[in-house]
């Protein structure tokens, strides 16, 4: 996290860098629901950029959204180390069906501040998206934050995904 410094305010309460952060991040969350449904894909970047961006460890975490895309929730599923976190598919299905949301935005962090989509990073949302969609729910995108982000949507990475899934499905009902 930042080191705090404290900043006054004009009504004599004083903010830390994080308390400050913290707010931003609550007030762009409540922008985002009073729009109802998610339309900006920069405005979901910049509050990433604030939930996810001082983190000194990966953090993966999800908005849930209706049928309508509008955000039941933000949730921040799995904290890991420096440059990696396990993430468990069995665990994200049970939480989207605990919200009941008809799909998701998976998001994680890179603290290194490097947006470069790993290996790593393909994998598991190939796995997310086979094991989702099992259960009718559809992976909007997936967004990497650091120094900038990647979106696997913008890069046709989950279109991509998509099909790969879509092709193992059909040679397992063929084997």
Request: charge should be negative; hydrophobic fraction near 40%; aromatic fraction near 6%.
């Amino acid at each position: 996290m930042l080191k705090s410094q404290q900043l006054p305010s004009t009504n004599n309460t004083i903010l830390t860098d994080d308390e400050i952060v913290d707010l931003a991040s609550r007030i762009l969350f409540r922008r985002l629901k009073r729009e109802g449904k998610i339309n900006s894909p920069l405005a979901t970047v910049d509050f990433l950029k604030l939930k996810l961006g001082n983190y000194e460890r990966e953090v993966f975490s999800i908005i849930y959204l209706s049928n309508n895309n509008e955000i039941i929730e933000y949730k921040e599923l799995f904290f890991g180390t420096i440059n990696s976190a396990s993430v468990y598919p069995r665990e994200v299905v049970k939480d989207v069906l605990r919200v009941n949301a008809a799909s998701v935005i998976l998001a994680h962090n890179h603290p290194s501040g490097n947006v470069e989509v790993s290996r790593a990073d393909k994998l598991i949302t190939g796995k997310l998206i086979k094991a989702l969609s099992l259960i009718d729910v559809e992976v909007l995108d997936h967004l990497i934050i650091g120094n900038s982000y990647a979106s696997f949507a913008e890069l046709n990475l989950l279109t991509q995904l998509k099909q790969e899934v879509e092709c193992l499905d059909v040679i397992e009902l063929h084997s």
